[in-house]
Every structure is written in structure tokens, then in C-alpha cells.
């Protein structure tokens, strides 16, 4: 109902009456409504403001319910931010009357009844709900940009707010507040998650897992809706905002799965959780994956040898930064690892660990190296040392005498002196048989050199031999034109005889050289300080 008796319009000051006990406005004395141009006389905002600022607790008793259903009401009415200047004074209103709304709903018992329900989500819908609009730069990187930010969000933080006292209230009744918040709100909740606004997704985070809680059919659900919004970001549109906000709600929620693990959750693991790892703006989100993913490795440590094969399979080929994600990650996943779980993938996983040392990038190697400085780490390799020295020994003695950075360097001492300590006799086997074979491919090196080069000396003498022969065949025609066939035929076979005796010659020669190669010289070059402190320590078990 209007206060602009028989009029049709659309006035923000009269929208805001409308939702009033209309006996109060019209019953005051000497007061008539009945245009619009009264609401710009002096006399009707000092009105506006005694009647507005009414609070809700002011009220008499019987008339609060009243009160708070029509403010309500009065909420659903939304204005254009990204015009500053305009309704300034109704947006005004509208902020305190939530923050009313906000702290009635917080500080009071018995506020929610059964009638208020439908209000409550009508109100909350009509504001939250709305399409997001396009980012305001088309090559948006949430790593390198910064986001664009709600224009509405005074008056949006506020009714999150109030939905999230509503949800957390000792009154809030889930039997009666389903019929509301059903799965069509969960997706339109999920939906908000893109929002470019960090502080949005923020409260929507907390909100989501507050119904999560609450409202126990709808947990299949959301987790069913959260598994299709993954996939669609990993396999269609390489793009959504709230990532890391949903990963960090399942962190949550898998720390409450219950034992054993039903076989959907094995699966949302394999099939979503791992392929994440392979998305662009890995940084963005990996703590809260990461996290996930140990969630699980806790509650059922024989998924420890699918999780880590599957980080091999995905592992990054071209960008350093993502392998020093995924080692973090492998130290992690270590850290809660049975012994008898990292049997199984101990080859494979320091197969993976030895490129990464041997990685020219110091950040990738130097990850790689401090998984020496844990000590649960430490305890299972000492255990498993017979297996993970030769793998481990290769890498690490080269880098040790080739890398560029004196840190690595330095790092790559400290490791193998501690395998050393570990295992000194498997140490000393393992670097004799690595000199052995660096002696071995030095001298092969050497042979395919002097080979080339005895090849490169034969195409070259067999060239100029042609050479000579093309220049030489035609004076002798010239000579013998007077001879007969018959001798020319004599002397074709006599000089194709010498040539092919020539040839032989040459091979043998050729042979001969290639036998009485002189011997192969040792590399000569002055090994690494710390790595000949090692080779001279005495072996003392």
C-alpha cells in the first residue's frame, strides 16, 4: 500500500511506507498524503526519521512480530550501487534497517516462528541471488590481478550476515526451514561461488557448511554438485573463483567420513581430487587440496599407493613451480605414511625425487634435498637404505661435481655424507661401480670420437683419389686412340686391379689404426671438496 493515494509510480520513499502499519501514518494529525511532491517538503524527513528509527525492541511486545516481518519485507527492495549519488538516503535506511534485523536475530529467543520462515528466505533470495557479471578484464589472472569487487556489498555483507545468524540460531528449526532452503537454493549458493569478491566467497564458505550441518539430506547433494563443479573447472572451463572456499569446506567434511570409507569417497578422491593437481592456478588452491588429500590418506592409509602413483602420473613436466608444489605436497603425505605403505612406493617415488635433485632449477633440487632435514623421513629411508642408496647415488654424485648453484652443492654434501653414515659399506660399492662405469663411458666416448675421426680422414683420402682419377682418365684416352679394343681392354683391367689393391690396402691400414688406438686418458678433473671429504672418510660402522 502506498502512501501516494491513487497515484501509479514508482517511489523509493513511498515503497518504504508501503511495507508500515498504514494506521500510523495516516491517523497522524495534519498530515496529508497526496502526491508525491510532499515527500520533498521539510517537515516529511524529520517524520521519516522518528518513524524509521524505530527499533524493533522499542516496539511494544505484541507487535515486534509484526514489526520484523514488515522490515522484512521493506529488505526486499534493492538500488543501484554503481550510480553513487543515487537514493542515497533510502540505501541509508535500508543498511540500518539490517543491521536491526541482524542483531534482533542474534540477541533474541523466540523471534523465529513459524510464519517468519517464508519472509526470512524471501528476503535473503531477493538479495544474494543474482547473475554474476562478466569479469571487467577477459584475461583475468586471479594470480597476477586484482579481483573486481562487489559494487552492492554494504548492503549484501549485511543480509549474509543475517543468514548466517538465522542458520546459527538456538530457535532455527531445520523440519520447518527445508521448505526453503532446498536443493534449488544450494545451487543457487554454489553458483555464487565464482564471485570475483574474496570476501563474498568468504561468507559463503561458512554459510555453505552451516547447512551441510544442518540439513543432513541435502549432504549428498552438495557434495555431488561440489564433484560436478570440479570436473567442469578441469575438464571445460579451466575457471572458477571459489576453488580453494569449496576445497576448504571438504576438508571439513572428510575429516567426519565415517570408517570405512564408502567407495563414492574413494572415487571422488581418484577421479576429482587428483586430477586437480593437472588445473592452471595450482598456487591458488594447493594448500586446501593438499590438505584434502591427507584428509583421506588419514582415514584409510591404503589409498597411500593409488594417491601417490596417481601425483607421478600428473607430475609437471615444464613449470618448476608446480614440481615444488608437489614435492611440499609428497613431504606431507610422507609425514603420515605407514612403514608398510611406503614399501610399496618407495622405488618409484625416489626415482622422482632423484630427477627432481638432479633438476637444474635450484628451487625444484633444492626441495627435493631438505627432505632430508625430516626426521620421519630420515627413519624410513635408514630403513629402506639397501633400496633407495642406488637409487638415490647417481643423482646425488653427479650434482655433487656439476651443479651451478654452491647451495645445492652444499646440500647434496650433506646428503650423501648422512646415506654415508647409514650404510658405509654400500656407499663405498656403490662409488667405486660408479667410477667404474664413468671410466667405462669415457673410454667408449673416446672410441666413437677416434672413430669419427678415422672415418672423416678415410672420406677425405677416398675423395681426393677420385679426384685424381677424374683428372688423369682423360689423357690417356688421348694417348691411345690409335690402339685397338683389344688393348683397351687390357689396360681397363690392369688399372681396375690396382685400384681394388689400393682399396684393400687402405682397409687394412684403416684397420690396423683403429686397433693401435692409443689408451684411454682418466678424467682428470679435481673432484668436488666435500665429495672427496666423503671419499676419504674411513668407513667405521
Avoid at 569446506?249 to 572428510?254: F, H, R, T
Amino acid at each position: 500500500m502506498s502512501c501516494c493515494v491513487g497515484i501509479e509510480h514508482h517511489c523509493t520513499v513511498c515503497h518504504w511506507i508501503s511495507g508500515w502499519r498504514p494506521h500510523a501514518v495516516y491517523s497522524l494529525p495534519g498530515v496529508k498524503f497526496d502526491s508525491c511532491n510532499t515527500h520533498h517538503n521539510l517537515s516529511f524527513p524529520l517524520y521519516v526519521s522518528k518513524y524509521f528509527l524505530l527499533l524493533i525492541p522499542d516496539a511494544p511486545s505484541t507487535e515486534q512480530q509484526e514489526l520484523f516481518t514488515q522490515k522484512l519485507q521493506q529488505c526486499c527492495m534493492l538500488f543501484d550501487f554503481f550510480d553513487s549519488v543515487m537514493d542515497l538516503k533510502s540505501k541509508e535506511i535500508k543498511r540500518a534497517t539490517l543491521n536491526e534485523l541482524v542483531d534482533y536475530v542474534s540477541t533474541n529467543r523466540g523471534v523465529l516462528v513459524e510464519s517468519s520462515y517464508p519472509e526470512i528466505s524471501n528476503m535473503i533470495c531477493t538479495n544474494i541471488f543474482r547473475t554474476l557479471p562478466p569479469s571487467d578484464n577477459p584475461d583475468f589472472d586471479p594470480e597476477e590481478d586484482e579481483p573486481t569487487l562487489e559494487a552492492s556489498w554494504p548492503h549484501i555483507q549485511l543480509v549474509y550476515e543475517f543468514l548466517l545468524r538465522f542458520l546459527e540460531n538456538p530457535d532455527f528449526q531445520p523440519s520447518i526451514a527445508k521448505r526453503y532452503i532446498d536443493q534449488k537454493f544450494v545451487l543457487q549458493l554454489l553458483e555464487l561461488f565464482d564471485s570475483e569478491d574474496p570476501r563474498e566467497r568468504d561468507f559463503l564458505k561458512t554459510i555453505l557448511h552451516r547447512i551441510y550441518g544442518k540439513f543432513l539430506g541435502l549432504r549428498a547433494f552438495i557434495r555431488k554438485q561440489i564433484n560436478n563443479i570440479f570436473l567442469r573447472f578441469i575438464y571445460e572451463t579451466e575457471h572458477f573463483n571459489g576453488v580453494a572456499e569449496l576445497l576448504e569446506i571438504l576438508g571439513s567434511i572428510i575429516n567426519g567420513f565415517a570408517l570405512p570409507l564408502k567407495a563414492e569417497h574413494k572415487q571422488f578422491l581418484m577421479k576429482v581430487l587428483i586430477p586437480l593437481h593437472t588445473a592452471k592456478g595450482l598456487s591458488l588452491f594447493h594448500a586446501q587440496l593438499a590438505y584434502c588429500v591427507v584428509q583421506f590418506l588419514e582415514k584409510d592409509p591404503t589409498l597411500t599407493e593409488p594417491v601417490i602413483r596417481g601425483l607421478l602420473k600428473f607430475w609437471p613436466k615444464t613449470c618448476s613451480q608446480k614440481e615444488v608444489m608437489y614435492l611440499g605436497e609428497i613431504e606431507e603425505i610422507l609425514d603420515v605414511i605407514e612403514p608398510t605403505q611406503f614399501n610399496k612406493i618407495q622405488e618409484p617415488l625416489f626415482k622422482q625425487i632423484s630427477r627432481c635433485v638432479a633438476n637444474p632449477h635450484f628451487q625444484v633440487a633444492e626441495r627435493a634435498l631438505y627432505f632430508w632435514n625430516n626426521e620421519y623421513i630420515l627413519s624410513l629411508i635408514e630403513e629402506n637404505i639397501d633400496k633407495i642408496l642406488p637409487v638415490m647415488f647417481g643423482s646425488l654424485y653427479r650434482i655433487s661435481k656439476e651443479h651451478w648453484n654452491p647451495t645445492i652443492v652444499a646440500l647434496v654434501y650433506n646428503v650423501l655424507k648422512t646415506l654415508m653414515e647409514m650404510n658405509c659399506t654400500l656407499f663405498d660399492e656403490l662409488t667405486s661401480s660408479y667410477k667404474a662405469d664413468r671410466q667405462r663411458e669415457k673410454k667408449k666416448e673416446q672410441e666413437r670420437d677416434e672413430l669419427w675421426k678415422k672415418l672423416d680422414e678415410l672420406r677425405l683420402s677416398d675423395a681426393a683419389l677420385v679426384q685424381n682419377n677424374s683428372h688423369g682418365l682423360p689423357g690417356v684416352q688421348n694417348n691411345n686412340n690409335n690402339n685397338n679394343n683389344n688393348n683397351n681392354n687390357s689396360s681397363s683391367s690392369s688399372n681396375n686391379n690396382i685400384s681394388s689393391s689400393s682399396s684393400n690396402n687402405d682397409n687394412d691400414n684403416q684397420d690396423k689404426s683403429v686397433d693401435s688406438a692409443p689408451a684411454v686418458a682418466t678424467d682428470d678433473r679435481e673432484p668436488d671438496v666435500g665429495v672427496a671429504a666423503i671419499e676419504s672418510t674411513p668407513c667405521a660402522k
